[in-house]
């Protein structure tokens, strides 16, 4: 009779699975965070379905119902994988929003004064990289194409998630990248490195973010380097109306996945209901 236990090993095999099926070192590190999670919830238990079930209630009672089924996800591969697959459960139904809080929304305002705020604190490396991210809707991970001949040619060949995709440098932020190569003596590979010669990472780049915060006089809530990906969608899709073509320019195999990044705030929705017009 099987028995149906998470075992160590398994959990190696998992990891070197999802490396196989060329899943991003941050995504496999999701994957896993996540699966630990389920086993202490677990404890010394033999799963059931009806432990299952009760993990899904455990953890929709914690967390955001889409961060519960980012975490669904991850445990529904698992067992997939184990071959278990009468342990996996449903996700949780969640409406698509309409507009997103306003509180969160990353305003173009801000984002110039955050651009500023880097420039008075002397901190060029920072206010570029936010001019980068936003003004090519690269993710944070991917500035390490951002390289000395990139900035030549005003393409960067970026490859994530298995895809590989070319994204335009804009003449004026090809400029500003020049000037900065120039001054720090970047020949050649990744433009944005750390004083060792690293490229940065997302943790570099978010602290320095929250440090511009008061500064600048926005929000923490908002300012992390995913919120400019999201600026640039939205800024993007206003412009062109062409859903389609921005998942192109994002990377995303999905046009649902594109939905997200364009939502406005709540002031528009309200504004856009309020120029309908419809009462007399």
């Known amino acids: 009779m099987e028995n149906y236990y998470p075992t ?26 996540d699966i630990r999670k389920f086993i202490v919830f677990l404890g010394d238990r033999e799963i059931t379905k009806e432990l299952a079930i009760a993990y899904k209630k455990n953890l929709a009672e914690q967390y955001a119902a889409s961060s519960v089924n980012s975490m669904l996800a991850s445990f529904n591969q698992f067992m997939e994988f184990a071959g278990w697959r009468q342990f996996k459960v449903r996700q949780i139904k969640v409406q698509r929003r309409l507009y997103c809080a306003e509180e969160k929304e990353l305003t173009k305002e801000e984002y110039y004064r955050l651009v500023r705020a880097a420039g008075e604190l002397n901190k060029d490396r920072l206010g570029l990289i936010i001019q980068t991210i936003c003004s090519t809707g690269i993710r944070v991970s ?28 804009p003449q004026k932020l090809r400029i500003l990248l020049r000037k900065y190569v120039r001054q720090k003596s970047i020949r050649r590979g990744p433009v944005f490195v750390t004083r060792e010669g ?73 504004r856009q209901i309020e120029r309908m017009r419809l009462i007399l």
Not at 142 to 169: M, P, W
Not at 203 to 223: I, Q, Y
Not at 252 to 261: A, D, F, G, L, V
């Open 8 to 33: 160590p090993e398994m959990l190696e095999e998992f990891a070197a699975h999802l490396a196989q099926e060329e899943k991003s070192v941050h995504t496999v590190e999701k994957y896993m965070r």
């Open 142 to 169: 991917e500035l390490v194409f951002i390289t000395v001949n990139s900035v030549q040619s005003g393409i960067a060949n970026v490859e994530c998630k298995g895809k590989s995709r070319q994204v335009f440098l």
């Open 198 to 270: 690293k490229p940065v990472n997302r943790s570099n780049v978010w602290k320095e973010m929250k440090d511009l915060c008061r500064h600048a006089n926005v929000s923490g809530m908002k300012v992390f380097p995913h919120n400019l990906r999201h600026l640039f969608a939205r800024t993007y899709y206003k412009m062109e109306k062409d859903i389609s073509k921005l998942a192109d320019l994002l990377g995303h195999s999905s046009i649902n996945t594109t939905r997200i990044y364009i939502i406005t705030s709540g002031n528009e929705h309200r």
